[in-house]
Structure formats: C-alpha cells, structure tokens
C-alpha cells in the first residue's frame, strides 16, 4: 500500500465540503487537487445564506485555523428567526435566533471565497468536470475529465453534490424528489427600496407555511433578500408548465394565484421581487445511505447524505466530514483503514440528520404547517443545546 506522505489525494468538487478537505489536509502538510467543473470562481452564483452551527460548521472552520476570517466576514446580526401562519399573523419572533450568538450566517458566495483565499495558488484545478473513473490493479483510480485531460490518484474523494459522479462506484443508490419544489426569488436593497419587507423578515429568516405551500425570506449580504416559494408539487411541475416559466412578469402572476388567500404583506415578497427566479426541485438520498467500503474511494457532504434543507444541516455536515476526513487521513499511519472508519462515523451522523431534514420536510407539507414548523424550530434549538453540553 502507498505511504501516507505520498499519497495522491483527488478531491472531485469545490464546494464546501471539498474546499474544506483541501483546506486542513494543506494545513497539515498535505497537498490534494481539487478538480471543479465550473471554469472559475464566480461561474456561477453560489446560492444564498447559511448558518454554521457550533457542533460542525464552526468546528470545521476553527481545524481549518479559519476562525479570525470567518469572524470577520459571517454576520452575527443576522441571526432572527420569525414565524408566520398565512394570514400574517406571528407565531414566533425571535430577534437573536435560537441561542445568541451562536449560528452566525455567512452568504455561501463568501464562504466559498473565504476557503479558496486559505489555498495556495493552482490547487484547485477549474474547469475539469470528471467523466469517468476507472479503478487500476494497483488500487488506484484512473481519472478522465470532459477536457480530455486525464490523471492517477490513489485516494478520489467524491464531494461532487447531489449528482456526484464518484457515487454510482460505490452505491447504487440515487437521489429521490421528495415532492417539493422550491421557486427562488431575490430583493436587492431592501432597507432603501423594500422597508416593508425588509421590517417584516427582520434581521433573519421568516419561514411562513401553510397547506403544502411555504414562502422563506432570508436576509442575505448586501442588503439582499432572498425568498423561496415551497410549493408541494409532482415531479414534472416545472417542465410540465405548472406555472409559466418564460419570463418572471408570467412566474409572479402564476405565484400569486398559487397564493391568493396569504395576506399582502406575505404576498409582497412575490409582487416585488427582481426577474432572476430559479426553479428548484429538492432531492435526497434514502435515509440511512451506506456503501461498501473500497479502497481508494470516498465520499463526503452532499454525494454521501444529501438531505432536503429543512434540517439547516447540508453545507454544515459537509464541512464537518472534510473536517474529519483531513484528521483521519494525518493522524493515522494506516490511511485506508483511517478512511474506512470515518465512512462509518460519516453515514450513521449523516443518518440522524437525514431523519431530521425528512421529518422537517413532512412537517412544513402538512396542513397545519406554521404548528409544525414552531415545534420544530423549537426541536432544533433543544438538540443544538444538547450537542453542545455533550461537547
Ligand atoms: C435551497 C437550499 C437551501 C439550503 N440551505 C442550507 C442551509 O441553510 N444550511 C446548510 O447547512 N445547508 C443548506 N443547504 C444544503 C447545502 O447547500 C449542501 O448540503 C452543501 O452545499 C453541500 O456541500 P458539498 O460540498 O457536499 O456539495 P456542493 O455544494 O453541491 O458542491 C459540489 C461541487 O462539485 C462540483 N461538481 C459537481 N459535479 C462535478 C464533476 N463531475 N466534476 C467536477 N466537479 C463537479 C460542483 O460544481 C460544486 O462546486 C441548502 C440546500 C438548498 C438546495
């Protein structure tokens, strides 16, 4: 078996589970590459706000000797948490979120630069999407990209999303719809241009949830806002026309009758909302997903436990098992077995949060939603503080 000190480490995917890999394992004298499809940095947007929690994001961020940066840049204001029923009325308004201080959000845009800023120069390798992976008699792994390129690594890390290419090798499993899909609209300068909204949502998210159908405001950076309108909805809803989707003039209208009996002030978020709308349909692995473990292969964040949003969990669990991963790979000699215990640890915590993010989303469909979604931000709060005791 290859030495730890020569390993050829590919990492395939830029996100924050595969930055944060590439970020500890360079911290502590190990050099990976990081393959990522998209040709640059600001490609594409990245997505909008997240919260690191204390027991996984943040305990990423401190292995990765990132806690000053992370400070800097993560909005500890932004931590409110509202409740809604359709008519408007609150449920709950929690101005300092669920415990103070403790899950500051950070725009995905800028935890992404925050990670690339702590690499050195050429360690992420831009615009190489994995095509194919062929396993070599040696035990490692032979990589072809959609560029033609091509190269041998003894350990691949599959932390390629939802869609993850390295998965299929080790798991037959894939991603099911899990009958939500999510319309994402955005506000920009909402305190000059929006006071209302801007008053309404606070300094935070409001989760509003009636019946099948949601709408969620997050205040971002820059005095964005971004919302998600939830509908319950088959699979093909947005191919199929369900509402039309040619231009965002036709995607408001086709909202607003969606939502005809919310109050005005919650219906404001559709009226007055810029023209770049998204369509997103929500996915997740089966709870409880697990491999065989192979040597040479792994997988990390979303291509192991992709899991609905409704756990706040995704991006905070990714950056957790990068976290582990880079421990487990420095501290032991034996890096493959290192490699296979942590997959254990990885998908029995996954399993948990996956039940959760399940759970979550059965809560925010059910009819009398704005209760569900109360209870389970109440959840929330009581297992965050029983993480941390236990910590
Ligand atoms: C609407 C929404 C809201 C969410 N809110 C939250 C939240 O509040 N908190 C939270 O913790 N999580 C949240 N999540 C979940 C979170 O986004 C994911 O769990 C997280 O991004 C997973 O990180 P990752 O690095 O595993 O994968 P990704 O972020 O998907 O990154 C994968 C990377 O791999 C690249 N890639 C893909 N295929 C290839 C290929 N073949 N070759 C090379 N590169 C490739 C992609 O371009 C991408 O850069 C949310 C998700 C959604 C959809």
New binding site residues.
């Given amino acids: 078996m290859k030495q730890r000190n020569s390993l050829r480490i590919a990492i395939?995917?830029?996100?924050?589970?595969?930055l944060t890999l590439a970020r500890i394992l360079w911290t502590r004298g190990v050099t990976a590459t990081v393959?990522?499809?998209?040709a640059s940095s600001d490609e594409r947007p990245q997505?909008?706000t997240?919260?690191l929690h204390p027991e996984s994001?943040q305990v990423a961020v401190k292995r990765a000797g990132l806690e000053a940066e992370f400070r800097a840049l993560a909005r500890y204001e932004d931590q409110g948490m509202r409740v809604m029923d359709k008519q408007g009325t609150l449920l709950i308004d929690n101005p300092e979120g669920m415990e103070e201080g403790e899950r500051p959000e950070i725009d995905r845009v800028v935890l992404r630069r925050m990670l690339l800023d702590s690499l050195p120069e050429g360690m992420v390798r831009w615009g190489?999407?994995?095509r194919t992976l062929e396993a070599r008699e040696d035990g490692s792994h032979a990589l072809t990209f959609t560029n033609g390129r091509s190269e041998c690594f003894d350990l691949v890390v599959g932390?390629?999303?939802?869609?993850?290419?390295v998965r299929p090798l080790l798991s037959t499993a894939v991603p099911e719809y899990t009958g939500v899909t999510?319309v994402e609209l955005g506000l920009d300068d909402v305190d000059s241009r929006h006071p209302e909204i801007a008053r309404m949502v606070g300094n935070g998210s409001l989760f509003a949830m009636a019946e099948g159908r949601g709408l969620v405001a997050q205040r971002n950076g820059h005095g964005h806002i971004r919302v998600?309108a939830m509908l319950k909805v088959a699979e093909g809803w947005v191919e199929e026309g369900g509402i039309d989707f040619t231009n965002a003039g036709r995607v408001r209208e086709g909202l607003l009758k969606l939502f005809s009996d919310w109050a005005p002030p919650l219906l404001a978020l559709i009226r007055e909302c810029g023209d770049r709308i998204v369509p997103?349909q929500?996915y997740a692995l089966p709870v409880g997903h697990r491999w065989a473990h192979r040597q040479g292969l792994t997988l990390?964040?979303?291509?192991a436990h992709l899991m609905s949003?409704f756990g706040?969990?995704?991006?905070?669990l990714?950056m957790l098992d990068a976290s582990d991963l880079a421990l487990a790979l420095t501290e032991h000699e034996d890096w493959a077995a290192a490699v296979r215990e942590h997959e254990l640890v990885l998908c029995q915590r996954a399993e948990k949060a996956a039940r959760g993010a399940a759970e979550g989303i059965a809560d925010a469909l059910a009819a009398d939603a704005a209760r569900g979604a109360f209870e389970h931000v109440s959840q929330r709060g009581k297992s965050s503080a029983e993480a941390q005791s236990r910590a």
């Fill in positions: 395939i995917g830029g996100g924050p589970a595969g393959f990522e499809q998209e997505g909008g997240l919260d994001g190489h999407k994995l932390a390629d999303g939802a869609w993850s290419k999510f998600y997103r929500i990390l964040g979303d291509a949003p706040g969990q995704g991006a905070n990714a």
